[in-house]
């Protein structure tokens, strides 16, 4: 099989400031535990790598974080997850006198750094995002009362707000397309919206790449885990923009080996941002080798 390699693929920058992080705590505290809150970042192999390197990772799908961070002492070490999480916990942990270290991507900080002055003036905030995404959840617990929801395709009470110009900011990975449709019925009720939403450029760059990559292609792959909302997002695109072509997700070698590919001659590889090259390298020489 042909295979065309779509770039950006691998690691985005913020999963590798994430990664890099985690073990520069594993660094300067050689002897000790380090606790990953969370999901440092969506990827099923990249977790099992960290737990294989002596990470403990408190899992949120058995315990609130709020309740782990309950069950840490005094001087434990934590590292916060790339995708942001509820500020309420920053106090938890320093109250607690845990050593904190933030991976919280840049881009994510700069869309709370918005809202928090939005919030400050005494302003209101509308959110595009996925409810119980990790972004999401930090995002609304900066103040329930001023930042609100808005979920594409999902209806939305206008009425909850009290303002005429709220800020609109959006979780980081989105798609761009259904983001210009929030934006456009948004901006309908509230002519003086401040516009304020975009998403990151490792989503914006591979959202792009993939809707011009070569259309003589009979199989597109996007690589990335089930969690991951920028990997959905790659992928529900191919699916619009390639209609009569075959689209998959993929985690690794194994998944792409249970799935039907049988005649398929010419195919695109592309991986959402919490992909690594490993994984990204065993499925393409798979690929070649059909
Ligand atoms: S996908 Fe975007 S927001 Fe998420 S970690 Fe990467 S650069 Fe940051």
């Not at 899992?59 to 070490?77: F, M, Q, V």
């Not at 050593?99 to 919030?119: E, H, M, Q």
């Not at 594409?152 to 959006?170: I, M, Y």
């Not at 010419?266 to 020489?285: C, H």
Request: some cysteine; proline content about 3%; overall charge negative.
């Amino acid at each position: 099989m042909k295979v065309t390699v779509i770039n950006p693929h691998g690691f985005c920058a913020g999963v590798q400031r994430a990664l890099d992080l985690a073990y520069k705590a594993k660094s300067e505290h050689p002897n000790r535990s380090i606790y990953i809150l969370g999901n440092l970042v969506h990827n099923e192999h990249v977790i099992d790598d960290l737990k294989a390197d002596g990470f403990v990772i408190l899992d949120e799908r058995k315990k609130s974080l709020s309740d782990w961070i309950d069950t840490l002492n005094k001087g434990d070490i934590i590292v916060f997850s790339a995708h942001g999480h509820d500020p309420h916990l920053d106090e938890k942990a320093a109250k607690k006198g845990l050593i904190k270290y933030d991976a919280t991507c840049p881009f994510v900080i700069a869309n709370s750094v918005l809202i928090k002055k939005r919030i400050t003036e005494g302003g209101e905030t509308i959110f595009i995002g996925q409810a119980g995404h990790a972004e999401t959840v930090g995002t609304l617990m900066m103040d329930e009362s001023k930042v609100f929801l808005f979920e594409p395709g999902k209806p939305f009470d206008f009425g909850q707000l009290t303002v005429k110009n709220p800020l609109l900011v959006s979780q980081t990975t989105m798609g761009t397309d259904e983001m210009a449709e929030s934006i456009s019925l948004l901006k309908e009720h509230f002519p003086m919206i401040d516009i304020a939403a975009r998403v990151c450029d490792a989503t914006d760059r591979r959202q792009k790449a993939i809707c011009t990559a070569p259309s003589d292609i009979d199989l597109y792959v996007v690589m990335g885990s089930e969690t991951s909302n920028n990997t959905k997002k790659l992928l529900l695109l191919a699916k619009e923009k390639y209609p009569n072509a075959k689209t998959i997700r993929c985690l690794d070698v194994e998944e792409i080996k249970r799935s039907d590919i049988k005649g398929l001659k010419n195919a695109a590889l592309i991986s959402g941002a919490s992909t690594a090259m490993k994984e990204f390298d065993e499925v393409k020489s798979y690929l070649e080798s059909l």
